[in-house]
């Protein structure tokens, strides 16, 4: 994902395969850290343990509590990265544990 464009795409052996599509990620003092990762687990239907229980619908997490999941494209978010509805749930089908998730600015 690029960070400065707030876009993110999926790929598969070097070819966009789906996106770019729009996304937001963290805000003022909630940076999303640039970097490469790996998925290190999936849930459905996550609910933030920090954040008041919000819900985190479609989650991917990469980076520690840092996921990309269905939310606001107008709000900026804790350092997730939010996505439309439609593309969260492309996201969270296509991406298994284990896969590279590359953070530019």
Not at 19 to 28: C, L
Request: glycine fraction near 10%; charge should be positive.
């Amino acid at each position: 994902m690029k960070l400065s464009t707030n876009q993110s795409w999926l790929m598969d052996n070097g070819k966009v395969v789906y996106g770019p599509v729009p996304i937001t990620h963290g805000r003022k003092g909630y940076a999303t850290p640039p970097g490469s990762f790996r998925v290190q687990f999936k849930n459905k239907n996550h609910k933030s343990s920090i954040f008041n229980n919000a819900p985190m619908p479609w989650s991917v997490f990469f980076n520690g509590g840092i996921a990309f999941h269905q939310g606001s494209l107008r709000e900026k978010s804790h350092g997730c990265i939010h996505l439309s509805p439609a593309a969260a749930q492309k996201f969270f089908g296509s991406l298994a544990v284990g896969d590279v998730v590359e953070v530019v600015r």
